[in-house]
Structures are given as C-alpha cells and as structure tokens.
C-alpha cells in the first residue's frame, strides 16, 4: 500500500505546485502586502505547474487506487484551466472591484489558486467519491470569491444563493453516488461500468441514481434547470470571478461529466460500432437525458439573455446558453462529439474572457454594466468597441472568428451521427443569440452617447491584455489544425492503459 502510495505522489506534481502556490500566496501577502507581488506568486505558480502538466503529456495511469486517472484528456483541460487562470490573474491586477479591497487581496489569489487545485481533480476524478470531493473544495472557493466584495450591493447575495443552490445540488449528487454503491457495491467509475454491464440492476432506480448525479454536473456547468445561481451570482461577482466560473469551471465540470458519461454507461461489448463509436448499456437512455438537456439549455439561455439590460446578466444567460451548445457534444457519443465540445472550449475561453474584460474595462471607467452606457462607445473607444463586436461575433458563430469553427465541429458531429435535427435546432439558437448581441452593436455604433462624453484612455497593459484575447479569436478561425489534432488525440487516448 504505501510502494503504491508513494509511486502515485509522482503524478500529482501539478497538484503539489498549485498547493505550494496557494501557501505562497498567502506567505506573501502577509509579509509584503502588496498585490503585485502577491499576483506575481500566483502567476510563477502557474507556470511552474505548466511545466509539471507539459511534462505529463502521453502519460497514461490510473493513480490511489483508481481514484485519479492521468491521461491525455485530463492533460487537455489542465491546460486550458491553467491558461484561464493566468488571464484572470491579470484581469484582477486591472480591475477596480478588486483592487478597491485591498485587505482581501491575499485572501483573493489564493482562492483562486485553490478553485484551481479542486478543478484539477476534477478533470482527473475518476471514482464517484472523488469527484464529489473535488466538486466540493471547487465550490467552496468559488462560493467565498463570489461574495468577496463585500461592499457592492449585490454580492453578499451572490455568495448566499450560490451556497444554496450549490448545497442542494452537491445534496443530491452524494445521495445518487450513495444509489450506485448501493446497486453495485463500488465507487470508481471503471468497477462501476463492469457491474451495470453484467444487467441485473433495477433500471429505474439507476436512472433515478443517474438523474441526482446529474443534477451535481449540471450545476457546475450552469446547465437547465440547475442554473438558477448563474445570473444573480455572475451579476454580483466581481467580473473577474464571472469571467473565470463562465469558462474554467465549466470546463473541469464538462470533463467530469465526459469521463463519468464515456466510462460508467458505455457497453464495451458492442464491437460492431464504427470505431470511435459507443453504445450506451441497454436500458439506460443516457442519449435522450442529454438531448433533452442540451436543448431546453440553449433554448432558454437565449430567449431569457434577449431580456437582459446588464450586461454582465445578458453574458450570464448567454454562457448557459453555451453549455446547451457543448452539451451537443455530449449527445453524438462518439469520439468526434467528444473532440467537438473541447475544440469549443479553447474557442470559448479567447472570446467569453474577452467579452467580459471588455464590460470590466467599461466599468472601470463609467462605474455602470447597463446596456445603456455603451452608448456612443465605438466613437470614445474605438479599439474597445471592435474588439466587443470580434468577441460577440464569435459568441453568435460567425465566419471568420474562432467561435465559428467551434460551432462547426459541433454541428458536424451531429450530422455525421444522424442527429440533422438537433443541428438544425443548434443553427436556429445560434441565430436568436445574435439578436440580443446586435442591441451591443447597435448602442455602441449606432446611438450617440447622453450629452457630451470625453474618449475614454486605457493603460498600454490593459490594450495588450485586450489584443491577446483578440488575435486568438481571429487567428483560431483560419489556423486551428493542431489544436484539432490535440483534441482529437487527446479523447482517443482517454482513460488507462
């Protein structure tokens, strides 16, 4: 037990950096007491951890016992986690909600770091216990990072319902799990995948299991109807924190929901698939629980967004109407699904994370997130408005942004697997989406700003921060081979050797 304790302590190095990371942070803070020097930690943190996860690349292990797998598509969302945080670091140095609480600035950093470490077993969980875990120690951070301003208005609420509702799924994922060890008599996903093939389990009950665990999944990723948390705590967050649960968090719980999805209801003994094909265990009607998801949460996350008058709130319903998107993935149970949704998420993360930089920019200078203070925008800052435009562009899917190739894969998918109709049902959201976009073009290009407004000056740091989140969004939509080839190897190769 411990020759195997100690040869698995080799593949958690990534684990190890973000711990030690999270100590420093602290240490830092306490001692120095300056926010720069605190951020700087975190980011040599993340980059130390990088060099842990590039050096992971091709592993294959299941580690403690079946607990945590390291694999190639575990190393795929790490990274795209990682370069998450790194930008919302740097998001925080620029952003007045955060910095105008300086007593909590150590506290901030490393409750990011620690949302991190949690999104990090998640990706990997591979026994039932432990992705609850890791669901937990994600969730508690992000809880306390929601409510971190203390002084705005609305973030003592954000903090309070984001517990609510996160106990309540969190309540009803446990009792699943406790379901399925009941049914089966084990935790980790692999055992549990053997049990339910052999048949004899009461399939009603499974399903009923199935449906708690979900609701915990379908928390994390903001998916209908566990998404009533979403725009009051995305609206009362700081917009760094909004920007960071929009896309890390909701990739570490789309990968916990993937490998839960691929392992515990795939039937490996169906062998006249086509390869990169699966076949779900009979009487487990898993495809139609995602199709149903994936719709109502596109449909409703664009119909209620059309309403919105902050920002920051339209953002929010658009995110879960992304989830519905990716869900899409989900539904095609293949390979290529699979590849399809995180070849979005990279997509995602350039034009999401820019979008929501651009509405903490605005609010840096005019202290408001109102549709309506856009207004005259594209005349008093010319860079900014244009790049929002590029961001919502790519959001809507349109040529040639990178949100485009995204939506691309997806639909592909599900015309290759027969799903026409649900591609269709994609297209016809994706079109209703650019309604509620066009209101920000509209203010910002063509209504002139209330009484005479000054051009409004960003620093050089904050115009280069901007560009980097601008060029990949555009630069994704013409060259994405690799990152394709990436993706696709990294589901191949999924799971143990």
């Not at 620690?114 to 990090?120: E, K």
């Not at 949704?341 to 109102?370: C, H, P, Q, R, W």
Request: charged letters at 10%; glycine letters at 8%.
């Amino acid at each position: 037990m411990l020759e195997s304790i100690i040869q698995s302590l080799q593949y958690i190095k990534p684990e190890a950096a973000l711990t030690a990371t999270f100590l420093c942070a602290i240490l830092a803070d306490l001692i120095f007491k300056k926010k720069e020097i605190t951020a700087a930690v975190v980011i040599a943190g993340i980059l130390v951890t990088a060099v842990y996860v590039f050096q992971q690349v091709g592993e294959r292990a299941s580690v403690f016992s079946r607990m945590l797998a390291v694999d190639p598509f575990a190393i795929f969302f790490k990274f795209l986690i990682l370069l998450s945080a790194l930008i919302i670091v740097f998001f925080s140095l620029f952003s007045n909600e955060v910095n105008n609480n300086k007593r909590r600035i150590g506290e901030y950093y490393s409750l990011l770091v620690a949302m991190v470490i949690g999104m990090f077993f998640m990706v990997g969980a591979s026994n039932l216990l432990m992705m609850y875990l890791s669901l937990e120690l994600t969730s508690i951070s992000s809880y306390l990072l929601a409510g971190i301003t203390k002084e705005a208005r609305d973030s003592a609420e954000a903090s309070l319902k984001y517990v609510i509702y996160g106990a309540l799924s969190s309540g009803l994922m446990l009792y699943g799990i406790s379901i399925v060890y009941g049914l089966t008599g084990a935790l980790d996903i692999y055992s549990v995948n053997s049990v339910l093939a052999q048949g004899g389990t009461n399939t009603i009950t499974l399903l009923i299991a199935g449906a708690l665990i979900v609701a915990g999944f379908g928390y994390k990723i903001s998916a209908v109807p566990f998404h009533f948390w979403t725009p009051d705590v995305y609206e009362g967050a700081p917009v760094s924190i909004t920007a960071f649960l929009s896309v890390a968090s909701k990739a570490a719980g789309f990968a916990m929901l993937m490998r839960f999805s691929k392992v515990v209801f795939i039937d490996s003994s169906v062998l006249s698939l086509p390869a990169g094909m699966w076949a779900t265990i009979h009487g487990v009607v898993w495809t139609d629980i995602l199709i149903i998801l994936s719709v109502i949460t596109m449909t409703l996350g664009n119909l209620v967004a059309i309403w919105q008058d902050n920002v920051k709130r339209l953002l929010a319903y658009s995110s879960i109407a992304h989830a519905g998107y990716m869900l899409l993935g989900l539904v095609v149970l293949g390979n290529d699904g699979f590849a399809a949704t995180m070849i979005y998420f990279v997509m995602y993360l350039f034009m999401n994370l820019g979008a929501f930089y651009v509405v903490m920019l605005v609010a840096n200078k005019t202290g408001s997130e109102d549709i309506e203070t856009y207004k005259g925008l594209g005349s008093r800052a010319p860079l900014l408005s244009v790049s929002m435009t590029i961001f919502l562009l790519s959001l809507t899917g349109i040529p040639p942004t990178a949100g485009f190739v995204g939506k691309l894969y997806i639909f592909a998918a599900l015309i290759n697997a027969k799903l026409i109709w649900l591609a269709v049902i994609g297209v016809i959201n994706s079109v209703i989406s650019l309604y509620y976009y066009v209101r920000i073009f509209r203010n910002m290009f063509l209504r002139d700003a209330e009484g005479e407004q000054a051009p409004l000056t960003f620093h050089f740091a904050h115009t280069f921060l901007l560009l980097v989140l601008v060029v990949p969004t555009l630069a994704l939509g013409l060259y994405f081979g690799p990152l394709v080839e990436f993706a696709q190897y990294s589901v191949a190769m999924f799971g143990v050797k």
